[in-house]
Every structure is written in C-alpha cells, then in structure tokens.
C-alpha cells in the first residue's frame, strides 16, 4: 500500500546530539501526525500537526507541517537513552475516504549510545 | 481517562482457523481505526468503525471483518486464518473519523 518517503531508516548517535528526520509525500495531507514506538508496544503520540507552516514543540521535541502540505519534519534536540525506538511519521487527508485512515512512512529507527 | 486497551496481547493460531480480537477506546471516542503492522509492509490501514458502521476499509481480502458495539468497543475477526496472518494488531480511537488517533498496545497474532 501507500506510504510516505520517510528518511533516514535508522541513526546511530551519541547522547546529547540532535536529531533530525523528515517524511515527504507525492501529494497533499491535511494532517501530519509524528509517533513513537518501542518493541511490542503500540505507537504513542508525539506531537501533531493541522495547518501548513505550523510548527509546534513538546519539550525536546520540535515538528514542522511543510508549507507545500507535502512534507514535515521532526527534530529532537539534546537526545538521551530513553528516545531509543522507532519514529513514524503518519498523515491524514481531508474527506470521506479518509475516514480514520492514517499513511504511514516507513520509520526511523534511533540508538542513542550513552 | 484510560488509553486504548486491546485484548488478548499474544494469540497463537494454526492455518485455517479463525480470529477475534477486541479493541476498547478512550472513553468518549467513537471512531476506532485498525491496523495491521508487519516488518515488510509497515502499518497498513484495514477499516474504521464510527457509529456501528464501517465508513472506510483499507486494500485486505474480505477474510478481514469487523464490527462495532454501541458502546464503541470494536472487534475485528480474520478467518481461515494464512501464515502471512501473522503480525501486531493495532487499534486506535478518535473521538470522530478525522481527528487524531490514540494507539492501543496491540494484539501479536503468531499464525503457525
């Protein structure tokens, strides 16, 4: 099915560093929505996004709605142990045959080395 | 409020049997969503239930079923069970078809 260009695949960096990961897509979302999930668990929640241009912030974490609607991005400043998982960026269209269906890409996977 | 809760957590199943798992929203959420998340396709959309009605289904053979309750609890059964079957169930509530959606934990389904 579907998914939306999601990059980097994995990253691999010290505690401290920032991070930055970023989801394109072909056509236009209304909604962009950034989760995180650890092993065996389901996805929760990051921070999401309903207008173009919009950025928006919780705590260490920063995200972007691109002003195209095509593209956002997430950033992750000062890292430490406990960010390790995997981050999903997901968005949402407008109208009937997006009811309560959400395009995922296809996750970044963050290790974070003490 | 309580978050999305699924039961059961694991389920083991052979080929050709069949499936329900149940799916509980956030208190005061209608819409329930269900997706299939595997290492090869990633999370796939399956259907979505808003009201006791099915408004939207994703690209799964009709071996995929679901309905919902009036209390907005959901279920979903896949029958004559395949071992490409096998994955982590994911529901998530909304409190209407197009606002944002709370995971539940999932259901790992290991079809042998």
């Known amino acids: 099915g579907q998914q939306l260009n999601q990059s980097p695949q994995s990253m691999f960096i010290q505690e401290g560093e920032d991070v930055s990961m970023n989801c394109t897509s072909s056509?236009?979302?209304?909604?962009w929505l950034w989760y995180k999930q650890d092993p065996g668990e389901g996805p929760v929640l990051l921070i999401a996004l309903y207008k173009a241009g919009e950025l928006t912030s919780n705590g260490r974490l920063t995200a972007q709605f691109g002003i195209t609607r095509k593209d956002s991005f997430l950033n992750i400043s000062a890292s430490i142990p406990s960010d390790v998982g995997i981050y999903f960026c997901a968005g949402q269209r407008a109208g009937g045959t997006s009811y309560g269906k959400l395009t995922f890409g296809q996750g970044t996977i963050l290790t974070v080395h003490p | 409020k309580a978050g999305v809760t699924q039961t059961p957590r694991y389920l083991i199943k052979t080929r050709g049997q069949q499936v329900t798992l149940s799916c509980s929203p956030i208190?005061?959420?209608?819409?329930v969503s269900w997706y299939q998340q595997t290492p090869g396709q990633g999370l796939q959309f399956l259907f979505e239930y808003f009201s006791e009605t099915q408004r939207n289904k994703g690209n799964f053979p009709g071996r995929f079923s679901g309905r919902q309750f009036s209390n907005s609890r959901s279920e979903m059964n896949v029958s004559t069970l395949e071992l490409g079957d096998s994955a982590l169930y994911l529901c998530?509530?909304?409190?209407?078809?197009?606002?944002?959606?709370?995971f539940g934990p999932g259901t790992r389904l290991l079809v042998l």
């Open positions: 998530a509530s909304s409190p209407g078809p197009l606002e944002t959606q709370y």
């Open positions: 208190s005061g959420h209608r819409s």
């Open positions: 056509s236009i979302f209304n909604t």
